[in-house]
């Protein structure tokens, strides 16, 4: 699993059948620089949501095969799902044990 950001939702009026009845999602991954998170600058994605996330959330998302199995995608064309809504994120801090 990896964790990420909603930052938007994308409308497709027109797509493969099995998509159809998912809400699309555009998910900002997280990346770990040193002790803190930060949004990646250079990569965003498209996941279909399982949990009804919204805009603004931090979510689990999940990638390749595992995307396939999320949900009830019947061998549809999914790359990656939303699979949690995140309460919070705690860090250790690398210097404490």
Known sequence: ?????????????RKDPRLV???LLIVQPFLIRGDDLVL????MLVAIDTVDAGIGEDVLYVMGSPAL?????DGGPVD???????DSIEL???GSR
């Open 92 to 94: 250790a801090k690398s």
């Open 21 to 23: 009845g998912n809400k």
């Open 80 to 86: 990656a799902a939303v699979v949690g809504i995140v």
């Open 1 to 13: 699993m990896r964790l990420g950001k909603v930052v938007g939702n994308v409308v497709a009026t």
């Open 69 to 73: 199995r999320a949900g009830e995608q």
């Open 40 to 43: 990646s600058e250079h990569e």
